[in-house]
C-alpha cells in the first residue's frame, strides 16, 4: 500500500510538473511583447524572471491553504456517506506532518518546473 501511494505521488508530481511547464511556457509567451518592453526599458532578467514568473508562487500558497478546508469538508462528506452505506466510522484526520510534506512537494513541484522554463 505504500509503494502503490509512493508510485502514485511520483506519478502526480511528473504530471504537474509537466502541466506547470505548459502553463508557465503560456504565460511566458503570451507576454512575449511586455517582456520585450521589459528589456527596452532596462529591466534585468532577473528583475524580469520575479515579475513574470515569481509572481505565481503566492497564488499557490493561496490556493493550498485553501484547498485544506475544501478536502476536510469534501472527505468528511465522502467518508460520512460511506460510513453510512457500510455501517463503519471512517473520521477525516489531517495530519499536520503530511500538510506540510505536501506543501514541500508542491512548492519542490512549482519551483522545479519554473526552472525548466527559465532555461528554454
Known sequence: MISMVAGMTLVSSVVA?????????????????????????G???REIRSLILD????????????????MAASMGAMYGYLGTM?????????SPLYVVVCFVVIMLTYQSASCCVQRR
Do not use: D, G
Not at 509572481?55 to 475544501?70: G, N, Q
Not at 457500510?86 to 489531517?94: D, F, H, M, S
Open 17 to 41: 510538473v509537466i502541466i506547470l511547464y505548459l502553463v508557465t511556457s503560456l504565460i511566458i509567451e503570451e507576454n512575449k511583447n511586455t517582456i520585450s518592453l521589459f528589456k527596452i526599458f
Open 43 to 45: 529591466y534585468r532578467p
Open 55 to 70: 509572481s505565481s508562487t503566492f497564488v499557490i500558497m493561496a490556493a493550498f491553504i485553501i484547498s485544506i478546508p475544501v
Open 86 to 94: 457500510i455501517n463503519l466510522v471512517l473520521p477525516t484526520i489531517i
